[in-house]
């Protein structure tokens, strides 16, 4: 069960999906996937329209894996073993966001999304997946559940990895000398892009700058104009796209794992971040780039850092790609899903 169709819809949680159908095929089980498009609607709030529509099918399943708010409706005993995987967590997230007056869904995400869905799904299934031990800490903060909650990190796809840069450079007509910024994800208030165009207003001068605009979104801010800006690119040309920066701004204020930072550093790339998700994690690996309250003037001191001292860039493309790429192998990802949903 998942919210969007992972055939048409191409985020992170819907790439986990087919990975995992893949993975339960090769291990003999027949899948279905429900989703959104392929469900009985009933009322407004499509998360229930999923679980209710599982529930009501005729079969009895041996095993549900329910993604994030899909199973509202999915009673337990309708599956000899259900696992909830959780990418996020609406409780910590609408609490995270009160705070800025941009939010506006407080009621829907707090309570609907989390006390209602969240609460269910987490107290429905016999186990439950954190993608990351930030969201596993948040389940244990928000929701109190008492059972095994497992790690199982989303997985870096072999694609990224270090490039010849002036060549990914000249693919998309990129000044080869420039300092390339980059920025990657929506143009909204979650992912930052408030702070993202107040640096670029104070470097615009000394920074090339490149934003990859993702879709969807709520709160959205204007896209900012007269730098480089790429919408909805395809997954094959974003190995491409990380390759041609020399440093990438990830200024989000919530995330439950952030694969555009492993990704990043996978090819090599320098992250700016603030400590949300994988990222604190990762500390030994962003070491001097991790933002306590994403402060303009200690993303611009970073970012300066950066900028004089190349051998600092050297190092992430030498040293930290293969790191990053064995800890977040899509083997590794298979070998820790296997176990959490099948022993």
């Known amino acids: 069960m998942t919210s969007y169709d992972p055939l048409k819809f191409k985020g992170g949680t819907e790439k986990i999906v087919l990975h995992t159908r893949d993975l339960l095929r090769e291990e003999g089980f027949q899948v279905d996937i429900f989703h959104k498009d392929n469900t009985q609607k009933v009322g407004d709030y499509f998360p229930y329209w999923i679980g209710r529509h599982a529930h009501s099918c005729g079969e009895k399943y041996d095993l549900a894996v329910i993604n994030n708010i899909a199973g509202l409706g999915f009673f337990p005993g309708k599956a000899r073993r259900t696992v909830a995987v959780f990418h996020m967590l609406y409780l910590a997230f609408s609490h995270i966001m009160r705070g800025y007056e941009n939010f506006e869904d407080y009621i829907g995400n707090a309570y609907l999304n989390g006390y209602i869905s969240e609460v269910f799904v987490g107290n429905a299934a016999n186990r439950l997946i954190a993608v990351s031990e930030s969201v596993k800490e948040e389940i244990e903060k928000y929701m109190g559940v008492e059972k095994d909650i497992i790690v199982v990190h989303n997985p870096v796809m072999h694609q990224f990895y270090p490039m010849e840069k002036l060549k990914a450079r000249s693919v998309f007509n990129i000044p080869k000398d420039a300092f390339v910024g980059l920025y990657v994800g929506r143009n909204d208030y979650t992912k930052g892009y408030d702070i993202f165009r107040e640096v670029v207003s104070y470097t615009y001068r000394d920074i090339f700058w490149v934003q990859v605009i993702s879709s969807g979104g709520l709160n959205t801010l204007p896209v900012l104009k007269d730098i480089t800006t790429f919408k909805e690119v395809p997954f094959e040309n974003m190995p491409l796209i990380y390759n041609l920066a020399d440093f990438l701004l990830f200024p989000s204020r919530y ?3 952030g694969l ?21 994690e990762l500390g030994n690996f962003l070491d001097g780039l991790l933002i306590e309250s994403l402060d303009i003037k200690d993303i611009l001191e970073r970012i300066r850092i950066l900028k004089q001292y190349r051998c600092i860039r050297e190092y992430y493309k030498i040293y930290v790609t293969n790191e990053i790429s064995r800890r977040f192998s899509l083997i590794s990802w298979r070998e820790n899903m296997k176990k959490a949903l099948l022993s």
């Open 255 to 257: 995330e439950g794992f």
């Open 260 to 280: 555009s930072i492993v990704e990043a550093l996978a090819c090599g790339i320098p992250v700016i971040t603030a400590k949300v998700g994988v990222a604190k």
